[in-house]
C-alpha cells in the first residue's frame, strides 16, 4: 500500500447535491453539459482550513438519476460539466496538496446504460441474470429494480473496470472508494484491482463494506481499507441510547482490525443522518473526540462542520436532506461556532500524531454515562475522557496532562467532568 493514505483526512463531498444539480425530475444523461462542478473550487481553501488534505467526491459519471446508477462511466454526468471540469478541479486540489479520490460504481449501473438496453440473447453480456422467453430478467441490487448487477464472473466486467479505474487515475486522481465493494466477489477485485496497481503503484483502493468480515474481505480482495461502520454505529447508537458499553465494544473490535488494514473512519456520510441529528449537537465534540483520536483514516462529511442537521428517510427522497445543496462560498454559511472549532482542534492534534493512523486504543473506564480511553505509542499517548449524562463524574486517565481540547484539568490521575463534559489530553 502507499505511504500516503497515513496522513490523509477526507473531507466528503456528495457533488450531484452539492451544486443544486436536479437529481429525480427530467434528468437526462445525455444532456448538454452544465458546468457546475467549478462550484466545488471556492471550498478547496476551506478543506485546508480545517487541516484536511483529501477530497472524496461522490459519483461524478453520467448517471439517470442519484449517480448511482450510472451509464457511463467515462463521462462526467452533464448536470456537473465534463471532463475539462473535473480536471481543473483535480489540478487546483493537486495545488493545494489536496488529495482525491472517485466514487466507482462496479457492482451494478442504471438500466440506461447502452450495454444493457442493447443485450441481445444471442450476443456478449455484462450482466446477472437469466433469459425468459426471448426476455433478459436480470438480478438487481439490494431489490433497486433500476439497478441491474454486473456479472463479475465475466471477464469483459474486469477488462471494464480495469479500464475505467486507469483512464481516471490517468486525469492525476488518486484512488477510488468502491461502492457496494461488499457486495462484490473478493475473487473480482483480486483479478481488477494487481492489474491497476502494475500501473498505478501509488493508487489507493477503498471499499464500502456494511458488513462481513473485513480483515477477510481485504486478504482475499487486496482492497486497501474498508468503511467502519461497526464504529459509526457505537458512537452514534452508544452516545443517543446512553450505552457506552457498545461504543467501548466497538473501540474493541477497531482494535482488531488493525493486524490487517487500517480501515476508514467517519461520522457521517452520504447514506446516514448527520452526526449532530443522531446524537444532538451537544454531544458532537465527543462524537468527534473518538473519530480523531482511534485507529483509522478519518473523514469528515461536508457540512458536519458546521453542525449541521438532516435525518435520512427511508423513502423515496429520503436521503435529500443529508445532501443538501451547498452555498457559493464557504462565509456565506452560519455555522455552529463551537462545533467548527472542535473540527479544527482535533484535526490539528491528529495531524501533530500521525502515529494515531494504526495505534490501539485501550478503554481505562466505561459505564453507561462515561468513558475513558488511551491511545499511546511508546511514551506519547492520547487520552480521551466523556460524560454523556447529566451528572457530573470523575473519570481516570492515565498519563494524561495536558488539556488539548474541552474542559477540566486532571489532577492526581483524574479529571472533572460536568453534565455533558468531555475532554482530550495528551501527556
Request: aromatic share 8%; net charge negative.
Amino acid at each position: 500500500m502507499p505511504a500516503w493514505p497515513e496522513h490523509v483526512i477526507w473531507w466528503h463531498v456528495y457533488p450531484l447535491g452539492f451544486v443544486g444539480a436536479p437529481i429525480r425530475d427530467g434528468v437526462d444523461p445525455d444532456a448538454d453539459p452544465v458546468h457546475r462542478l467549478d462550484r466545488l473550487d471556492p471550498w478547496l481553501d476551506h478543506v485546508i482550513e480545517l487541516g484536511l488534505n483529501g477530497l472524496l467526491l461522490g459519483p461524478v459519471f453520467a448517471s439517470e438519476t442519484h449517480g448511482y446508477d450510472t451509464v457511463d462511466h467515462l463521462r462526467i454526468d452533464p448536470r456537473l460539466g465534463d471532463t475539462a471540469d473535473l480536471d481543473r478541479l483535480v489540478s487546483a486540489a493537486r495545488g493545494r496538496g489536496i488529495r482525491v479520490l472517485l466514487d466507482g460504481v462496479f457492482n451494478h449501473v442504471g438500466r440506461g446504460h447502452p450495454a444493457f438496453r442493447d443485450l441481445r440473447e444471442d450476443g456478449p453480456s455484462l450482466f446477472r441474470g437469466r433469459w425468459v422467453d426471448g426476455r433478459f430478467e436480470p438480478e438487481v441490487f439490494e431489490g433497486h429494480d433500476a439497478l441491474v448487477a454486473l456479472d463479475h464472473a465475466s471477464a469483459d466486467v474486469v477488462d471494464l473496470v480495469v479500464e475505467v479505474m486507469c483512464h481516471w487515475l490517468d486525469h492525476g486522481i488518486d484512488g477510488w472508494r468502491l461502492d457496494a465493494a461488499y457486495a462484490v466477489p473478493s475473487s473480482f477485485w483480486a483479478q481488477v484491482l494487481p492489474r491497476v496497481r502494475e500501473r498505478f503503484p501509488d493508487a489507493w483502493f477503498l471499499g464500502e463494506a456494511i458488513h462481513g468480515d473485513g480483515p477477510q474481505i481485504v486478504r482475499e480482495s487486496t482492497i486497501d481499507s474498508l468503511t467502519q461502520y461497526e464504529l459509526w454505529q457505537g458512537i452514534w447508537h452508544g452516545m443517543s441510547d446512553g450505552n457506552l458499553f457498545e461504543l467501548s465494544h466497538a473501540i474493541e473490535r477497531d482494535d482488531e482490525l488493525l493486524s490487517t488494514y487500517a480501515p476508514q473512519t467517519f461520522v457521517g456520510n452520504h447514506d446516514v443522518s448527520r452526526i449532530a441529528s443522531a446524537v444532538g449537537a451537544d454531544l458532537v465534540p465527543h462524537a468527534l473526540a473518538v473519530l480523531f483520536t482511534v485507529a483509522g483514516t478519518p473523514s469528515v462529511y461536508a457540512g458536519d462542520e458546521f453542525g449541521w442537521t438532516g435525518v435520512k428517510e427511508e423513502r423515496l427522497g429520503g436521503d435529500d436532506a443529508v445532501r443538501p445543496e451547498f452555498p457559493a462560498r464557504p462565509d456565506e454559511v452560519d455555522p455552529d461556532e463551537g462545533i467548527l472549532r472542535v473540527h479544527r482542534e482535533l484535526i490539528a492534534l491528529r495531524r501533530r500524531k500521525p502515529w494515531l493512523w494504526r495505534a490501539h486504543t485501550d478503554v481505562i473506564e466505561v459505564t453507561n454515562t462515561a468513558i475513558a480511553l488511551r491511545t499511546a505509542v511508546g511514551d506519547d499517548a492520547v487520552v480521551v475522557a466523556l460524560n454523556i449524562g447529566d451528572e457530573p463524574v470523575s473519570l481516570p486517565v492515565a498519563d494524561g496532562r495536558q488539556l488539548v481540547t474541552g474542559e477540566g484539568a486532571p489532577a492526581d490521575g483524574r479529571i472533572e467532568l460536568g453534565p455533558r463534559g468531555w475532554a482530550v489530553l495528551e501527556a
